[in-house]
C-alpha cells in the first residue's frame, strides 16, 4: 500500500508577495485570481504593498486615500494577510538627489528622467526593508518572496517551475537569454529567497557609491551592478517565467510625456528653490 504520510504532513507552500511602485492602473479581485493560479495548489501567500499616495506624476492634484485604500485591498486580496505602507510623494527629493549626484535632469542617451529612477529605487527599498523586518519580528519563513508591479498581475502567464521549489540563494533577476540577449536584468518581476531580501533594502543609497554614467543610467543596469556585489547569492535567469509588456512601456518616450516632465521638474525646482 502506498505511503501518502509525507504528502499529507507537508506544510503548504508558503510565499511573499510584495508590490512597489504607482498605482497607475486599478485592479480586480479577479486579477488576483488569475494570477495565484500560478501558484502550487494550496499556496499561503502574504501581501506587501509599498506604494506613494499619488496614481502618477501627471495627476498633480489626486491622492490616494489610506483608509479607502486598504479597503480595496483587502476586498481584493480576501484571506491574505496584508500589510499597506503608503507614503507621501515628495518628488523634489528625488530631482535634488540627481542634482548633487552630477546627473542631469533628462538623459539624451537613455532618454530617461534620472528622479524616476531614483524614486522607483526608494520604493523598491523600502518595500524589502518592510518584508525584511516583518520576518525578523515574526519568524516567519517563505518558500519565495515575489516583488512585482500591480500592472503586471494579469500580464504575468507562468513561473515556470520556480515556485515549486524552497528557494535558498537564487535571485531570478536575468531575463531569458534566448529572447533578451546577454545577461540583461528583469525588474518587473523578480523572485527572490526570504533569508536575503534584506540585501534589496539598500538599492536606493547605493547610487552614492555606483554612480553609474549618465549614458547607461538604466534602472535595470543599476540593480545589476548592486547585485554583483553580493557573493553569497546567485543571480538566476528567469526560466519558464512568461509575461507581456506593460501598455504603458513606451509611454515614457512619447513627446508629450516628456514635454510634461520637463514642465513638472522646473516647476518643482522652483517650489524648492
Not at 535595470?220 to 548592486?226: A, C, Q, R, S, T
Request: proline residues 5%; aromatic residues 14%; contains cysteine.
Amino acid at each position: 500500500m502506498a505511503d501518502f504520510s509525507e504528502n499529507i504532513n507537508k506544510p503548504a507552500p508558503r510565499f511573499c508577495l510584495g508590490f512597489f511602485g504607482m498605482i497607475r492602473v486599478p485592479i480586480t479581485r479577479e486579477d488576483f485570481l488569475h494570477f495565484m493560479r500560478l501558484f502550487p495548489a494550496n499556496s499561503k501567500v502574504d501581501i506587501f504593498i509599498t506604494c506613494c499616495n499619488r496614481p502618477s506624476e501627471m495627476h498633480e492634484d489626486v491622492e490616494l486615500d489610506i483608509n479607502n485604500f486598504t479597503q480595496i485591498m483587502h476586498d481584493i486580496f480576501v484571506d491574505c494577510p496584508v500589510h499597506i505602507h503608503m507614503y507621501p510623494y515628495e518628488p523634489h527629493i528625488y530631482i535634488k538627489r540627481t542634482q548633487k549626484l552630477g546627473y542631469e535632469q533628462y538623459g539624451k542617451v537613455t532618454k530617461m528622467h534620472p528622479y524616476r529612477i531614483m524614486s522607483f529605487h526608494h520604493c523598491f527599498s523600502m518595500l524589502t526593508r518592510n518584508i525584511s523586518d516583518h520576518i525578523t519580528k515574526t519568524g516567519v519563513g517563505y518558500d519565495n518572496i515575489i516583488l512585482t508591479r500591480f500592472d503586471m498581475l494579469s500580464r504575468i502567464s507562468s513561473f515556470g517551475d520556480i515556485l515549486h521549489t524552497k528557494n535558498v540563494d537564487n535571485f531570478y533577476v536575468y531575463r531569458n537569454p534566448a529572447l533578451y540577449g546577454d545577461k540583461m536584468i528583469e525588474d518587473r518581476v523578480i523572485i527572490v529567497p526570504s533569508n536575503h531580501v534584506g540585501k534589496l533594502q539598500g538599492l536606493y543609497d547605493s547610487h552614492e557609491t555606483l554612480r553609474l554614467r549618465q549614458d547607461v543610467f538604466w534602472a535595470e543596469n543599476i540593480l545589476k551592478e548592486y547585485l554583483k556585489q553580493f557573493p553569497d547569492i546567485c543571480l538566476m535567469v528567469q526560466e519558464g517565467v512568461e509575461m507581456e509588456f506593460s501598455p504603458f512601456k513606451d509611454v515614457k518616450y512619447e513627446d508629450y510625456f516628456l514635454e510634461f516632465q520637463n514642465y513638472f521638474i522646473n516647476k518643482i525646482l522652483q517650489q524648492v528653490s
